[in-house]
């Protein structure tokens, strides 16, 4: 009698241990068919956009909580980037324009636009998409509650033109600084500049067009370069005396193309070749570095030899600024232009004074493959800066340089200069801008002067161009 008992208990065990296996199992379709049903809804209600670091500037438009939501009163969880907080400017409304805020790690956002709801959240990519997409380990998803794919259109033209606005005036300008782990280099946000207008460097005749255009065009053949099996970067080495407008050439081509510019300094105290690998393969695609004075850095660290370093900083522990403590080599240099992770798109920009004391294997085409001279200023330089100095923002648009002659002239004998920018200066000035011009620069002699020292000149008599004309003869005799 008792086994029989023990069996029928056996049996009811094992049926109800399969009506829970079934249950489970239900209860698992269930939860299948609800994912499936809820990725049809899911689809079909919601339109999705990721945004990630590679892009950089639909990345950067997307991080942008003033771009892509300009009703951020609404936000409750917002962001300030280190990088913003450092904004230097001493105008509360300057720093308002500047400082971006971007989503929460932790707490997406919503926000409606055009009647739609839309969610924005900040998701960790993982490290093999990561290596894949660039530096930054996250991406930016965007939801549209729509199924009118214009929706995501719409809202992209509307934050594309926001986000245009916003940088067309800045430039971002990032530094190579030492991460606090040894021996491992970063790149840290420095500052927002004001973009310089192309037109306020004046070189001589083609050298910009050609520059410029050279860049534009290399921008624009990314696919050329992949089918070649070419790597897709391009190196311009400016050289020149100094104060001839290599430095402000490249800022203000930065600001035209809208890259971020990357300053490696290759004097940095303790960077190695090992960091300078990693500083270049690091920058982002499409983006602007910038190596100033390459010679002198170069000749400095090859004449002193790690190990001399080391002795002299142990010796004054005290002087570390005055002594070079970097340990860049000249084959490191070249090792890390050609890196093969160097990011696509790279402009590498290289200035020096003393270009004869380059090496040839640094300069030789695929390191530096355009060599541009930035001479002393010529005549029709100093006739340029003169116009561009006195020509007032308030002039007439149209005031080419040959039509001055043409305006009215409000010049008579009783105005004093000081008077003149108060009272219609511009028009004052403009009829005999030309002449003002072609007197100075009759005075200045070609190719002695650079337009660094120009400048100088000029503003010393920024409120008296007839005095600037009139002087030049005799600043030209004493000038060093
Ligand atoms: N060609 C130019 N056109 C207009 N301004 C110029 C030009 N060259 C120099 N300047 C002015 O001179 C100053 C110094 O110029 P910049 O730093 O660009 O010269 P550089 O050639 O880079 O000098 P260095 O070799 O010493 O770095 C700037 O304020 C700039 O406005």
């Not at 951020?72 to 913003?84: F, G, H, K, M, W």
């Not at 391009?234 to 100094?242: S, T």
């Not at 850095?297 to 002087?319: I, Y």
Request: with cysteine; net charge positive; aromatic share 10%.
């Amino acid at each position: 009698m008792a086994p029989a008992l023990n069996m029928l208990a056996l049996l009811s065990a094992v049926r109800e241990w399969l009506m829970l296996l079934v249950l489970v199992e239900v209860l698992n379709g269930l939860k299948t068919l609800t994912m499936f049903l809820y990725e049809i809804i899911y689809d079909f209600f919601f339109i999705t956009a990721h945004f990630y670091p590679q892009d950089y500037m639909s990345y950067e438009m997307s991080r942008d909580v003033r771009v892509l939501a300009p009703m951020r009163a609404s936000l409750r969880y917002i962001t300030v980037p280190d990088e913003e907080a450092e904004t230097n400017s001493a105008k509360v409304d300057d720093i308002m324009t500047s400082i971006r805020l971007e989503p929460s790690r932790s707490a997406p956002y919503s926000f409606w636009h055009k009647r739609r709801w839309m969610h924005v959240s900040r998701d960790d990519i993982n490290a093999r998409k990561s290596r894949k997409y660039g530096r930054k380990h996250e991406s930016i998803t965007l939801t549209i509650l729509s199924w009118d794919r214009k929706a995501l259109d719409r809202l992209l033209i509307q934050a594309k033109k926001a986000y245009t606005d916003i940088v067309r005036q800045l430039v971002y300008i990032y530094v190579s600084r030492p991460s606090r782990r040894a021996r491992n280099w970063s790149w840290r946000f420095k500052a927002l500049g004001r973009r310089r207008p192309l037109t306020s460097v004046i070189l001589d005749d083609g050298v910009k067009e050609s520059l410029i255009s050279d860049v534009k065009e290399f921008l624009s053949s990314r696919q050329w370069y992949l089918n070649r099996g070419i790597p897709f970067r391009r190196g311009y080495l400016l050289y020149g005396p100094p104060g001839c407008g290599k430095t402000s050439f490249i800022y203000a081509l930065s600001g035209e193309l809208q890259l971020p510019i990357y300053i490696l300094s290759l004097s940095s105290p303790k960077l190695d070749d090992e960091g300078l690998r990693h500083l270049l393969s690091s920058v982002p695609g499409r983006c602007l570095v910038l190596i100033q004075d390459i010679d002198v850095a170069l000749s400095r660290t090859m004449n002193c030899n790690a190990d001399t370093q080391d002795k002299l900083a142990e010796a004054s522990p005290t002087q570390n600024v005055s002594i070079s403590l970097n340990r860049v080599t000249l084959s490191g240099v070249l090792n890390a232009l050609d890196g093969i992770t160097s990011a696509e798109g790279r402009l590498l920009f290289a200035t020096t004074n003393r270009y004869s004391a380059l090496d040839p294997a640094l300069c030789r085409p695929g390191r530096m493959d355009v060599h541009v001279e930035f001479r002393l200023a010529s005549k029709s330089q100093a006739y340029e800066m003169f116009r561009l100095f006195f020509l007032s923002e308030q002039a007439p648009t149209s005031l080419k340089r040959n039509s001055a002659q043409s305006l009215i002239s409000y010049k008579s004998s009783s105005y004093s200069e000081s008077s003149l920018f108060s009272t219609g200066f511009a028009r004052s000035i403009s009829s005999d801008l030309d002449s003002l011009a072609s007197q100075f620069t009759n005075s200045i002699p070609e190719q002695q002067f650079s337009p660094a020292s120009l400048q100088l000149y000029l503003i010393r008599h920024k409120e008296q161009p007839y005095e600037a004309a009139a002087n030049a003869p005799a600043w030209v005799k004493t000038a060093p």
